[in-house]
């Protein structure tokens, strides 16, 4: 099953990517979405949009 996405959820996905809080809502389902973990991490909310966005903290491959 492949999901559709909109050209805004294309556009953020493409934003977010290599962010550390950008990951699966789902981490078994390996068709699942992804969502940004901002608010889950760190107990506070992101407070502006996705185009706005300055939390963005890249992973360091290991």
Sequence with gaps: ?????????????????????WRRLESSNRHSINACHFLLDTGKVRGMSVQDCTRKEMVIPA
Aim: charged content about 50%; glycine content about 4%; aromatic content about 4%.
């Design 1 to 21: 099953m492949k999901i559709k996405r909109s050209k805004a959820e294309a556009q953020e996905a493409r934003r977010c990517e290599g962010c550390r809080f």
